[in-house]
T-cell receptor, first 111, second 115 residues
Framework: EDKVVQSPLSLVVHEGDTVTLNCSYE??????LLWYKQEKKAPTFLFML????IEKKSGRLSSILDKKELFSILNITATQTGDSAIYLC???????????FGKGTSLLVTP | DGGITQSPKYLFRKEGQNVTLSCEQN?????MYWYRQDPGQGLRLIYY???????QKGDIAEGYSVSREKKESFPLTVTSAQKNPTAFYLC??????????????FGEGSRLTVL
């Protein structure tokens, strides 16, 4: 059975800290891994990773995939209160037709 | 602007009543999905549809039903058989169910509370 596991499930940091969110996956015929940010309602797309070792970057956020270890991390540097959200990781397979989501990491950034 | 519209945003119902949540997209996407989100549970797949007049059960389909009569629309009915229907429901779509590398686009969600 395919599964996606995120850790930690929740995290509280101070503004300015750097955080690393983890996502491990076991997916048959893995194709890609996606990260989403959910602040209140609709998750918004952050990154899609298909190749190992190639970092994707957007401002203070970056992510990388390790297909050998079946693992991805999402880094946020110099965190701001606006980074407070649930971060969702999802895996895509060649054989499936829907994304398989982890439980999410709830991040709270305090002033 | 293209996007996914879910309605209603908030819904209250008494136990035993069926409710239907609307999802409409104007992105010309073939594939549409319904997810349920509970606190600490992430997103769990209820039903999905790759093409008009076709849909498949997801991981937690019991107590739910869907239809896909038009490409733009994928309504979800929460029936009285669903034992714990209070949740946040998210509709999503993407270009095609067969192009599996594509990202999902989400609606704003519908929060259902059963009293």
């Amino acid at each position: 059975e395919d599964k996606v596991v995120q850790s930690p499930l929740s995290l509280v940091v101070h503004e300015g800290d750097t955080v690393t969110l983890n996502c491990s996956y076991e997916v048959t015929n893995f194709r890609s891994l996606l990260w989403y940010k959910q602040e209140k309602k609709a998750p918004t797309f952050l990154f899609m990773l298909t190749s190992s070792g190639i970092e994707k970057k957007s401002g203070r956020l970056s992510s990388i995939l390790d297909k050998k270890e079946l693992f991805s991390i999402l880094n946020i540097t110099a965190t701001q209160t606006g980074d407070s959200a649930i971060y969702l990781c999802a895996a895509n397979s060649n054989s499936g037709y829907a994304l398989n989501f982890g439980k999410g990491t709830s991040l709270l950034v305090t002033p | 602007d293209g996007g996914i519209t879910q309605s209603p945003k908030y819904l209250f119902r008494k136990e035993g009543q069926n409710v239907t949540l609307s999802c409409e997209q104007n992105l010309n996407h073939d594939a549409m999905y319904w997810y349920r989100q509970d606190p600490g549970q992430g997103l769990r797949l209820i039903y999905y549809s790759q093409i008009v007049n076709d849909f498949q059960k997801g991981d937690i389909a019991e107590g739910y039903s869907v239809s896909r009569e038009k490409k733009e629309s994928f309504p979800l009915t929460v029936t009285s058989a669903q034992k714990n229907p209070t949740a946040f429901y998210l509709c999503a779509s993407r270009t095609s169910g067969r192009i599996v590398s594509g990202e999902l686009f989400f609606g704003e969600g519908s929060r259902l509370t059963v009293l």
